[in-house]
């Protein structure tokens, strides 16, 4: 079943688990602890315990449950992932950039924060799961590309007698002396 991943992690965790015991969690009924890699062998690539904040009828005591996280790299190899910048750029502006895109609902805890380097153009930036993230795994990098801020505004713009320019808003001006 295609599942969107368009929500913060513990949702999407609680969302299989509902699915698959049909339960009706939310996460004001549980807390997880750290996700751990499960042992080798394992039909599951993660274990995490879960434990109930309040008496439920479903839950009483702590689980200890497995399911696959994802790796970043496939999730995100669809299309390279190249983007534009400038030396504003940050590594949260990337990220919203990357939900954007990939329709994902990745949050500052799921990663390791990165910066975003200085110097030449282009740019590598990696961005790394957290150990910590209940869903996803692994890295991925960005290629981040100056962004083209257009013409030296200081440059006069020159044309024939009444001839219209087009400038980026599709607005024609006409130089007059």
Not at 9 to 21: G, M
Not at 88 to 99: G, H, P, Q
């Amino acid at each position: 079943m295609a599942r969107s991943l368009n929500k913060p992690s513990k949702e999407l965790v609680l969302d299989l688990i509902n699915e698959a015991n049909n339960f009706r969690l939310t996460s004001e009924h549980v807390i997880f602890g750290f996700p751990q890699n499960a042992t080798v062998g394992a039909v599951r690539n993660t274990t995490v315990e879960m434990l109930p904040t309040d008496n439920l009828p479903t839950l009483k005591a702590p689980v200890s449950m497995q399911y696959d996280r994802l790796d970043l790299a496939r999730v995100c190899a669809m299309y390279p992932v190249v983007m534009e910048g400038d030396d504003s750029t940050t590594f949260t502006d990337l990220i919203a950039e990357i939900n954007y895109r990939f329709l994902l609902g990745l949050a500052m805890e799921d990663l390791v924060v990165g910066n975003v380097p200085t110097g030449a153009w282009p740019k590598t930036v990696q961005v790394r799961a957290h150990a910590r993230s209940l869903v996803y795994y692994g890295q991925f990098d960005i290629t981040l590309n100056r962004r083209d801020t257009g013409p030296d505004p200081t440059t006069i713009l020159q044309t024939e007698e009444d001839q219209p320019l087009l400038t980026e808003e599709d607005q024609y001006i006409t130089l007059e002396e």
